[in-house]
């Protein structure tokens, strides 16, 4: 497999995909064009979605071409030569993705070596279930069982504060929530400007900052870019 799993799209004040841009160029050296899934967007537009994508992967040389103008979404990502699923709503990305089949299609590519990039909703995907997003069901997918490409969930843009004044639960304890009723899964909380890559067998923590890991019955703890993932596999 390889997989590029990306916390969140854009860092505080940057332009759009500017920090994970040298890792996605990395990433993808040799690709020329990557199939995108555009469905996280509900506020604009697919078309919108593509060309702001378009827009940067350009950059690398790279053309983007998405499922939603497909006449055949499966045979699309069967004959990509790189997969790209972009963040937004992870309720409305799973809907659309179950709609057309793509969820399977997607994870037998990627256990074929079809590399694998996503970032918040689309990284949110590749897990097991849509469980642990931060999202709002804002429509009913029809479950949420999502690639399971990887066998951990993932909390992107974990954040560690509770703002002042605010009384409600903090992201480690909807956390923990998790995990008390999937007492068999490890959630990792990866916080903004991270990203997970898997390539070649190895899993590494990319980026500045910690991620934070839960499970039932052991205490959370943080692992550090360059730490042993192997736990996760």
């Given amino acids: 497999m390889k997989l590029l799993l990306i916390s969140n799209s854009t860092n505080a004040g940057e332009e759009y995909l500017r920090y994970p841009m040298p890792e996605i160029a990395s990433f993808l050296r040799g690709v020329r064009e990557i199939v995108f899934v555009p469905y996280a967007a509900v506020t604009f537009s697919y078309a919108a979605y593509e060309r702001k994508v378009q827009t940067r992967f350009a950059e690398l ?18 004959e990509a030569e790189a997969i790209c699923v972009g963040g937004g709503n992870t309720f409305a990305l799973a809907k659309k993705m179950q709609e057309q089949g793509l969820m399977k299609a997607i994870l037998r590519k990627i256990k074929a070596g079809t590399p694998y990039v996503g970032w918040s909703a689309g990284s949110n995907v590749c897990c097991p279930t849509l469980c642990t997003t931060n999202d709002m069901p804002i429509v009913q997918p029809e479950s949420f069982r999502t690639i399971g490409a990887v066998k951990f969930q993932i909390n992107p843009h974990y954040l560690d504060a509770n703002p002042e004044g605010h009384a409600g639960e903090t992201r480690e304890q909807r956390i923990l929530e998790y995990i008390e009723a999937n007492p068999r899964r490890w959630v990792a909380g990866l916080r903004e400007g991270c990203m997970l890559r898997y390539e070649n067998g190895r899993f590494e923590l990319i980026g500045k900052r910690p991620m934070r890991m839960f499970r039932k019955g052991v205490e959370p703890f943080e692992v550090q870019p360059g730490s042993d993932l192997s736990f996760l596999l």
């Fill in 61 to 78: 040389g790279i053309r983007v071409r998405s499922v939603h103008r497909a006449e055949n979404p499966v045979r699309l990502v069967r």
